[in-house]
Structure formats: C-alpha cells, structure tokens
C-alpha cells in the first residue's frame, strides 16, 4: 500500500533540509532529489518500526503549506 506525504525542502548551507510535517520527520542531503530520497526512507523506517499508537499519536492529518506575506521594515 502506497500512502503520499508531504515533503517541505529547504536549502541550508552545504545541502538540502527535507521535513516531513505530518510526522515531524526531517532527512537531509547535498540535493534537493537526495534530501527527498532519504526523506522517504527516514518516513518508511519509522512506519516498519513504530507502534500504531506511536503513528496515532504523531501523524497530523491535515497539513497545509502556503505563504503569507508581512510587511518588513518599519512604514515611512
């Protein structure tokens, strides 16, 4: 069974950061491809050695992911 996350990638100096909001898991690596790679093995190893309640207790259903914009700077 197939099931999809969500992968937030930034980039950080000498590499790629991969977060997984959902389950709060977090990979890296020196590409954005290889950051999401092992990302998605940090995910299946958690899910093969977690309990269910363990799951339960830190998957987070529902993630949004959007952008906000603020003023920055004081207004003249």
Do not use: W
Not at 3 to 27: M, N, Q, R
Not at 42 to 70: G, Y
Request: glycine share 6%.
């Amino acid at each position: 069974m197939k099931k999809t996350f969500t992968a937030v990638i930034e980039h950080e100096e000498g590499g790629y950061v991969a977060l997984c909001p959902e389950l709060d898991i977090a990979s890296q690596g020196d590409t954005i491809e290889e950051a999401r790679s092992n990302l998605a093995e940090a995910i299946e190893l958690f899910l093969e050695s977690a309990s269910p309640s363990e799951i339960q207790d830190r998957l987070h259903d529902e993630v949004f992911v959007t952008r906000v914009e603020v003023s920055v700077g004081k207004a003249a």
